[in-house]
């Protein structure tokens, strides 16, 4: 073997180490530098993976670590090791700056599986409710497998997004919809169709436009004078530069919405977004509480269900004003969606 081949094969080893790192680098970085936001797309889909995109750090960081030690320790001075120096510096820098990202892994992703708990002041009032949501993907087949789970949650409140005209033909002959007296729907071949089951009564709100999409908004009332406010929401998923910027000023629209709100307030649905966006974290920032998050649901990813790869993202969420008490929360199983469902326990 020539003396080229063997200097080769370090040579290789630390251009994929600094490729590997390179990369990861870039998106931390942008994240901490809010570039993210500037740029847009494809960031709000490496942000939505942070719980997995992260990982290789770990081993990238060991193996710099050992490469580091390896080439600072050797007494050897042959041609082949001439290089040695520069590469322990290279290899040196390497481990350190995955360091730093696993630091800022570890703060991204530590809350998802720690619960907030209830805030101080949470109004745990005798007006109850389990409501559950789900993303039904508007042209589902089996989308009647939900039904057993509604035979086990037995919800009070039941929201279902992208409702389509084939998603209401076979959901309107199922027994366990019957027992909702009250029913608002709107079936679209758009995927912003929706529907609204309640055992409680419902008055309509006008609808929060927002990007071209209208979030639907009413009045749902508990009894004994209680009421909250309900928006069935469904973002733009964020693929591409334009579906991006119509997702971020969605979020935005909502966080408005939510600022301004004066009575109990429940966002639920398909947000497309996860903790680690910006513009989600601002939508909690005005007052709303992931129910997720305050009954610690801990890693239970809501998408994509019908994927080879399995649910790696949680998008699905269930957000509450600060005077809505959670005391469960629940992520139900497939039913041909590429989501899944979840449900949590309210007292208003």
């Known amino acids: 073997m020539t003396i080229d081949a063997v200097r080769s094969r370090p040579r290789l080893v630390t251009t994929v180490l600094v490729g590997a790192a390179g990369l990861l680098l870039l998106c931390a970085g942008a994240r901490l530098t809010h570039l993210d936001d500037l740029i847009g797309w494809p960031f709000p889909a490496f942000n939505a993976f942070t719980p997995l995109l ?70 745990s009032t005798a007006a109850s409710v389990r409501l559950m949501t789900a993303n039904v993907n508007g042209a589902n087949t089996e989308v009647a497998r939900i039904a057993g789970q509604l035979d086990r949650e037995r919800p009070g409140l039941l929201l279902l997004e992208e409702y389509t ?72 998923s964020p693929v591409g530069a334009t579906y991006t910027r119509r997702w971020a000023r969605q979020l935005a629209d909502l966080r408005t919405d939510a600022c301004q709100a004066r009575r109990p307030l429940v966002f639920a649905g398909d947000f497309n977004a996860t903790r680690d966006h910006r513009p989600f974290r601002r939508l909690l920032a005005c007052g709303l509480r992931d129910a997720h998050d305050v009954a610690g649901g801990g890693w239970s990813p809501t998408w994509s269900a019908t994927a080879w790869w399995k649910e790696t993202t949680r998008i699905d969420h269930i957000l509450v004003s600060s005077d809505i008490t959670v005391s469960r929360y629940h992520r139900g199983s497939p039913f041909g969606s590429d989501h899944l469902p979840i449900s949590a326990d309210l007292r208003i």
């Open 165 to 236: 005209p084939l998603i209401a033909g076979r959901l309107h002959g199922l027994a366990q919809l019957r027992a909702f007296p009250y029913v608002v729907e709107r079936p679209s071949l758009e995927p912003y169709g929706y529907a609204v089951f309640s055992r409680f009564p419902l008055t309509g709100r006008p609808d929060l436009n927002s990007a071209g999409f209208p979030f639907a908004r009413m009045d749902v009332a508990l009894g004994g004078g209680r009421h909250v406010e309900l928006v069935v929401v469904h973002t733009r």
């Open 54 to 123: 992260y990982l290789p750090a770990y081993p990238l960081a060991a193996v710099a670590l050992l490469r580091y030690v390896r080439q600072r320790g050797s007494d050897t001075r042959g041609p082949v090791e001439a290089t040695r120096p520069a590469r322990a510096v290279t290899t040196g820098a390497v481990a350190v700056a995955m360091v730093g990202v696993i630091a800022s892994h570890l703060a991204w992703t530590v809350p998802e599986f720690v619960g907030a708990g209830q805030r101080a002041g949470s109004a």
